[in-house]
């Protein structure tokens, strides 16, 4: 034990003072605040219904019809517990308060890697402090996309058993690869472990090659042989959530159109313009140096402004004057807006490029190709031409929105590269001239373009939005035509701008000036290695730590109680939430109907909130609700209330949907149709009570030469309603045709009668529908889909069979260490 204690000592240290610094950064949770984030408040919103069968069954539902008319619950909230990596996961988020537990993720993680590449001890914790504190990793979390955010603090350890396994340490590397990419797809962001993947393709290619060109191919096979079993043991672990996921995305908007006829749909994944919405402009990418060259993002004007001096000039007192100036858009970029830059910190971009210059290993050549290549596909529709490429040809990528999202890898290769560069000139291998003279011109590079922004910011940049003309007009007409005026503040807005980006520069140019004099320590050994490593540690720490407080810190705090009554019902919530009916949807005009969740914490909604909404729903948004509301198709999703609020009183009002067709109803004829195009058309105007509109393919699925008018004694009705097992009772003197007001989702809903399974079909372009045999019987829908609970039980096996794998590499490696001892 002593011996183990001496022997990681320095990472016990180190691990410890990981712990402290997150605690002293998010000090709030030491007082039991929580963060306040917006995407997690929408997730509540999502999941209430899910978290409240939960609560009172013991399990959460598989399906929820609390948006969207009904949905599968996948990319919401699940329960898998049949995988072990779901205890991984939840150790780091319930032994540490939140977000504490994910950025220790973020330095463990990466600490893991440097040592892994042989990295002193202190320098690896530098390094591990710029990957975690770069200001993306900071920015997400402050955004509450949690899952993101813990997906890339599996990035580091991934890599690192990659590495260990290509050394030759088989069993070790292939189980730590096993269980962080295991416990990477298991936080359920596709997209980050898809960027992740694609980047170590490029890394396994150098490999081949270099394997191939030194003969050492037999070598290099058995480390495949190993890795690939580690990906195959990932994937069975995350059988249920990936079968699910596979499954659901081809019903999704990321899946293949319904439609023919609409030229705006696309054929397969996402619309392009949809996806590169958020694309990096070619020049913010300048921001990984000087965070605040294109207006940061959150922040904000005072009274100290050059806006606001200009709106004091025409009679506007200081409070008014700070007041719109901190309504003015500060950032300038190409992005509609943006929470923040990707800044990868002073220091660390001056070290990569001197990285450039003196690194030899072969990892450089990665970390430079996969940068490039990156930064081209974050660029999206400012630079489509590799962006259309991948788009259009490499398999999955255009199911993934937000395109400049795949920097947070870059996020980590800056970092590697920096700290190699410092790794191999503390080893003496080169001469000292040459490597003061490859720190100069780095520092040259880096430096000197920041000097040149804090002299002369105009010389490369306009600091103007591209709608920056639009804006004068507007804030003309709301100055009573007054252009000079709205030139005037357009032209002091622009200067705010150049401050800011000014005093960033100044602010990178001293710290370049700093790790020059470091490193330059160390060349020159005026310090001790040691020493410098510690201090580079702590201005790289409180270089990243000054730029992550813009976007998170202590105001984004607020005590649990606040975030628990967060959502207080309106008057007209109470009255709705007073129905007992237990299944009816809520229209609420009040809020951005479709990409709100508001409304979802309160009702089973028509609209909601969600990236991956099913393809058919987003068509029926597109089609019925765009342009004007389809009365009939509130109708048919059993619309008993719409809530509108008055644009002059804000007041809120509620009517109640006479016409809506109730949970399940009989209908006395049935219209085919050839296609969906069609079955688009005739549910824009029809009597959804009366007649079902229904696709030709599904006429095998019912006997209309037995099926007839039900009469006047026939009924249909629900009697008991959990979100994934519905019953209704019926009665009808001969077959009958019927609608059921639940969205068509063929991938896991059964029907039964009396017990027994029967087939059911898709009418009205998204409902339930079934010929009902004649008679009084028992009707049951219920969502047992195989992905899940096949998915299960492969998960079971493959959690079994890594946990073996795991106890066999730490066995082996313990037993080698007492030999060498």
């Known amino acids: 034990?002593?011996?183990?204690?001496?022997?990681?000592?320095?990472?016990?240290?180190?691990?410890?003072?990981?712990?402290?610094?997150?605690?002293?950064?998010?000090?709030?949770?030491?007082?039991?605040?929580?963060?306040?984030?917006?995407?997690?408040?929408q997730a509540k919103a999502m999941q209430?219904?899910?978290?409240?069968?939960?609560?009172?069954?013991?399990?959460?539902?598989?399906?929820?019809?609390?948006?969207?008319?009904?949905?599968?619950?996948?990319?919401?909230?699940?329960?898998?517990?049949?995988?072990?990596?779901?205890?991984?996961?939840?150790?780091?988020?319930?032994?540490?308060?939140?977000?504490?537990g994910t950025v220790l993720m973020y330095l463990l993680g990466s600490y893991l890697l440097?040592?892994?590449?042989?990295?002193?001890?202190?320098?690896?914790?530098?390094?591990?402090?710029?990957?975690?504190?770069?200001?993306?990793?900071?920015i997400i979390i402050a955004a509450g996309h949690s899952n993101k955010a813990l997906s890339i603090g599996f990035f580091a350890p991934i890599l690192a058993g990659i590495i260990l396994t290509l050394r030759g340490r088989y069993w070790m590397g292939a189980s730590l690869t096993a269980l962080f990419l295991a416990l990477n797809i298991r936080a359920n962001h596709i997209q980050m472990t898809y960027y992740l993947l694609l980047a170590l393709l490029i890394y396994i290619g150098i490999e081949i090659y270099h394997a191939v060109k030194t003969k050492r191919t037999k070598e290099l096979g058995k480390a495949m042989g190993f890795l690939g079993i580690a990906v195959l043991l990932s994937i069975m672990i995350n059988a249920s959530n990936l079968w699910t996921t596979y499954e659901y995305g081809k019903e999704t908007i990321r899946g293949q159109s319904n439609l023919k006829t609409d030229s705006a749909e696309p054929d397969n994944g996402l619309p392009k313009d949809y996806a590169y919405q958020w694309s990096q402009g070619v020049g913010e990418s300048l921001t990984f140096l000087i965070p605040n060259l294109y207006g940061g993002g959150n922040e904000r004007l005072d009274e100290k402004s050059n806006v606001a001096k200009a709106i004091q000039t025409v009679g506007a007192t200081p409070d008014q004057a700070a007041d719109f100036a901190q309504r003015l858009p500060v950032y300038w970029g190409d992005k509609p807006f943006t929470a923040g830059p990707y800044y990868f910190g002073s220091i660390i971009c001056f070290l990569f490029v001197f990285g450039l210059f003196i690194v030899h290993d072969r990892i450089k050549w990665w970390i430079l190709s996969a940068t490039i290549l990156f930064m081209l596909l974050?660029?999206?529709?400012?630079?489509?031409?590799?962006?259309?490429?991948?788009?259009?040809?490499?398999?999955?990528?255009?199911?993934?929105?937000?395109?400049?999202s795949i920097l947070a890898v870059v996020g980590l290769l800056f970092p590697i590269l920096a700290l190699l560069a410092i790794k191999e000139a503390q080893e003496g291998k080169y001469d000292q001239k040459y490597l003061l003279k490859k720190l100069t011109w780095s520092a040259g590079i880096t430096g000197g373009f920041a000097l040149v922004v804090s002299i002369m910011p105009t010389l490369f940049f306009s600091f103007r939005t591209s709608d920056h003309d639009q804006f004068i007009e507007t804030l003309m007409r709301a100055l009573n035509n007054d252009r000079n005026i709205a030139t005037t503040i357009g032209n002091a807005l622009i200067q705010d701008r150049v401050d800011?980006?000014?005093?960033?520069?100044?602010?990178?140019?001293?710290?370049?000036?700093?790790?020059?004099?470091?490193?330059?320590?160390?060349i020159t050994k005026k310090m001790k290695a040691e020493v410098v490593f510690g201090l580079l540690a702590v201005v790289i720490l409180f270089d990243m730590w000054q730029?992550?407080?813009?976007?998170?810190?202590?105001?984004?705090?607020?005590?649990?109680?606040?975030?628990?009554?967060?959502?207080?019902?309106?008057?007209?919530?109470?009255?709705?939430?007073?129905?007992?009916?237990?299944?009816?949807?809520?229209?609420?005009?009040?809020?951005?109907?479709?990409?709100?969740?508001?409304?979802?914490?309160?009702?089973?909604?028509?609209?909601?909130?969600?990236?991956?909404?099913?393809?058919?729903?987003?068509?029926?948004?597109?089609?019925?609700?765009?342009?004007?509301?389809?009365?009939?198709?509130?109708?048919?999703?059993?619309?008993?209330?719409?809530?509108?609020?008055?644009?002059?009183?804000?007041?809120?009002?509620?009517?109640?949907?006479?016409?809506?067709?109730?949970?399940?109803?009989?209908?006395?004829?049935?219209?085919f149709v050839q296609n969906s195009d069609e079955e688009m058309k005739a549910i824009s105007s029809f009597d959804p009570k009366t007649e079902a509109i229904v696709d030709m393919k599904y006429k095998s699925a019912m006997d209309t030469t037995r099926a007839g008018l039900g009469g006047p004694t026939s009924f249909i009705k629900l009697d008991s309603y959990n979100p994934d097992h519905m019953i209704y009772s019926y009665s009808a003197p001969r077959d009958v045709i019927a609608v059921f007001s639940e969205i068509y989702y063929d991938k896991g809903w059964k029907m039964l009668i009396d017990g027994v399974e029967k087939p059911y079909f898709r009418a009205d372009y998204v409902l339930r529908a079934a010929q009902l045999e004649s008679g009084n019987h028992k009707l049951e829908f219920v969502f047992h889909p195989t992905s899940y609970y096949t998915g299960e039980k492969i998960s079971l096996a493959g959690s079994i069979l890594l946990l073996l794998g795991l106890g066999f590499a730490f066995y082996t490696d313990n037993k080698k260490t007492k030999k060498a001892v």
Not at 115 to 135: D, E, K, Q
Not at 388 to 393: C, G, N, P, Q, S
Not at 655 to 660: E, G, H, I, P
């Open 1 to 41: 034990m002593n011996n183990w204690l001496k022997r990681n000592g320095i990472h016990l240290a180190i691990s410890a003072f990981f712990v402290i610094i997150c605690f002293v950064y998010f000090s709030p949770v030491l007082q039991g605040k929580v963060p306040e984030q917006g995407d997690v408040l």
């Open 547 to 671: 730029v992550d407080r813009r976007y998170l810190n202590n105001k984004n705090f607020v005590p649990k109680s606040a975030l628990s009554n967060h959502y207080q019902p309106r008057d007209v919530d109470t009255f709705i939430m007073a129905d007992k009916d237990p299944d009816f949807r809520v229209f609420d005009t009040s809020i951005p109907t479709f990409t709100s969740a508001d409304a979802s914490y309160f009702h089973k909604t028509v609209g909601g909130a969600h990236s991956a909404r099913l393809k058919r729903i987003q068509e029926l948004i597109d089609h019925q609700f765009t342009k004007s509301v389809n009365q009939d198709v509130l109708d048919m999703l059993n619309t008993k209330y719409i809530i509108t609020q008055d644009p002059q009183t804000g007041s809120y009002k509620m009517q109640r949907n006479a016409t809506a067709a109730g949970n399940a109803w009989i209908v006395d004829k049935v219209q």
């Open 500 to 522: 800011l980006a000014r005093a960033d520069a100044i602010r990178t140019v001293i710290f370049i000036a700093i790790g020059f004099g470091l490193i330059w320590a160390l």
């Open 114 to 138: 440097f040592c892994v590449l042989r990295i002193n001890p202190w320098l690896a914790a530098a390094g591990a402090i710029a990957f975690a504190f770069t200001s993306y990793n900071f």
């Open 378 to 404: 974050s660029f999206g529709k400012n630079f489509p031409f590799i962006s259309d490429i991948f788009f259009d040809y490499v398999p999955l990528y255009n199911k993934f929105r937000a395109v400049e």
């Open 48 to 100: 209430k219904e899910i978290m409240d069968y939960k609560a009172k069954d013991g399990k959460g539902p598989l399906w929820t019809n609390q948006m969207f008319g009904g949905m599968p619950a996948y990319q919401i909230w699940v329960q898998y517990p049949l995988n072990l990596t779901t205890y991984g996961i939840s150790l780091i988020k319930d032994t540490f308060p939140d977000p504490v």
